[in-house]
């Protein structure tokens, strides 16, 4: 019987609400198969912050390390800046441990009805893999005369030709593996003359060795605007750090909600744990309230099952997600219900049993 070793950072705001109701449903879909999870759950994120002045302790990474995979609510408080939070645990994670493919997909549902008229159900269906250790989030750069007239920031984004050639290879072996076998490429290189340059050069390189795989290169405004405008197109999608982030929250939204996008962070080599972690970040507004939809977390946790190869475990979650969403209730606000976090979730876990 397989046991699992699970780092649960619930984090702040919605986070705990989110990641309660997940935790129950994964236990439900693995039982089935002999999944055991041995949750430890640790208190770091902005409550932390307030009583120590960091985000996590200084040994939070080697305290991470022996786990399976890691499992996210969410970071961030309105009083505390977002570079605090972002540098002083998300970012640490993805870099220690090499997860270098954020993987995020957009599906949508049956029942769910995007803000794009007279798509149908199935017809958005998009995977996007966004570069997760480098690029612009790579934090270089310095302040000088800070808080003068004379102020100076540089931010300096870093591609390498390893960084870019092994997120791109990634997405094209998924581009392979689905019946459509499309991938685009987002890119700037129009207005960034070395870092992108080396990204299209890198993508065109690989390209070459994935001929069934139909390709294009879309400059980032532009993909944008396709996204509104055709995003049914769209099959698996490629990005750097930052152009992922934003494409991702508008893929978000076109398939219904952010209650519904989630994520994994991966080391494909499983030589570091992985971190699964819904998308839609702390949502203070509703904290505490017992409304936040717990969906996306749930996916997250499908995901973090499909990566500990319990595929039957996922797709027992896939399709109780599929069949609460198809039936229309119950569903939360930003679906346009009434229905609480635990509701909501404990109808998936329903479901599962069911099946």
Known sequence: MPKFRIAVLAGDGIGPEVVAAAIAVLEAAAAPWGGVFDWTRYPWGTNYYFEHGQMAPPDFLDRLQPHDAIFLGAVGHPKVQDHITLNGLLLPIRRRFDQFI??????LYDGVESPLK????????????RENTEGEYANIGGRLYA??????AVQTSLFTRRGCERIIRAAFDSARARPRKRLASITKSNAQGYGMVLWDE?????????????????????????????????????????FGDILTDLAAIIVGSMGLAASG????????????????????????????????????????????????????????????????????ADLGG????????AAVADAIRRG
């Open 102 to 107: 954020c993987l995020r997909p957009a599906y």
């Open 118 to 129: 007279n798509k149908r159900a199935g017809e958005i269906d998009m995977l996007v893999f």
């Open 147 to 152: 808080q003068t007239d004379h102020d100076i």
């Open 202 to 242: 890198t993508f065109a390189r690989v390209a070459a060795e994935f001929p069934d795989v139909a390709t294009e290169s879309l400059l980032i405004d532009r993909a944008v605007m396709e996204f509104v405008r055709r995003p049914e197109s769209f099959d698996v999608v490629v990005a750097s750090n930052l």
């Open 265 to 332: 962070n991966i080391d494909p080599t499983r030589k570091n744990p992985s971190m699964f972690e819904p998308v839609h970040g702390s949502a203070p507004d509703i904290a505490g309230q017992g409304i936040a939809n717990p969906l996306a977390a749930i996916l997250s946790g499908a995901m973090m099952l499909e990566f500990l190869k319990l595929p039957e475990a996922a797709g027992a979650i896939h399709q109780a997600v599929r069949d609460v969403l198809r039936r229309g209730e119950p569903r939360t």
């Open 338 to 345: 009434r229905a609480t976090t635990a509701a909501v979730g």
